[in-house]
């Protein structure tokens, strides 16, 4: 397993008739090159707080047939 050291960070996005706040993680090139890595750029995903175990979970989304 390959560990780094990311961020999260947020920044006000405007839209024609909003303003709203959007949050980013930023996952380091050397966790994201590691062959084990399950996304690739464009992938959708699922975000979910798990509270149990206090972590953030991102799977890749796979839609319903």
Do not use: H, Q, T
Request: a negative charge.
């Amino acid at each position: 397993m390959i560990d780094g050291c990311g961020d999260l960070f947020w920044e006000w996005r405007v839209s024609v008739f909003k303003l709203y706040d959007k949050y980013f993680v930023y996952v380091p090139s050397e966790v994201a090159r590691d062959s084990n890595f399950p996304f690739k750029s464009g992938d959708e995903v699922i975000v979910r707080i798990d509270p149990e175990n206090k972590c953030l979970v991102i799977k890749k989304y796979a839609e319903k047939s």
